[in-house]
């Protein structure tokens, strides 16, 4: 069992900055495959980042070169550095986690992204 919590969302200007960070519970956070989802009002929710457990890295088209993810399994947190934010990365941005040998998937609450224009 992983228990998610996600901090650092907020609201900044287009082109600025921001990092999300996701602190898990449980000794067994290094064998999950960890992810960034984002959900924006009347959107399905849509994968942003994944990390796996080796530290190989996906993104979204629409984020390349922008984010970037990263995983700390010491201190059993990943986070999210958002550069060059746009309008339309607001969204609610949520922490995922798979276990690689189960498949059980958890999900945070969910953090709030707002990028002014």
């Known amino acids: 069992q992983v228990q998610l919590v996600e901090s650092g969302g907020g609201l900044v200007q287009a082109g600025g900055s921001l990092r999300l960070s996701c602190s898990g519970s449980g000794s067994t956070f290094r064998i999950h495959t960890m992810g960034w989802y984002r959900q924006a009002p009347g959107k399905e929710r849509e994968l942003v980042a994944t990390?796996?457990?080796?530290?190989?890295?996906e993104y979204a088209d629409s984020v390349k070169g922008r984010f970037t993810i990263s995983r700390d399994n010491a201190e059993r947190t990943v986070d999210l550095q958002m550069d060059s934010l746009k309008p339309e990365d607001t969204a609610v941005y949520y922490c995922h986690a798979r276990n690689i040998l189960n498949n059980n998937n958890y999900w945070g609450q969910g953090t709030p992204v707002t990028v002014s224009s």
């Open positions: 990390i796996t457990t080796g530290g190989s890295t």
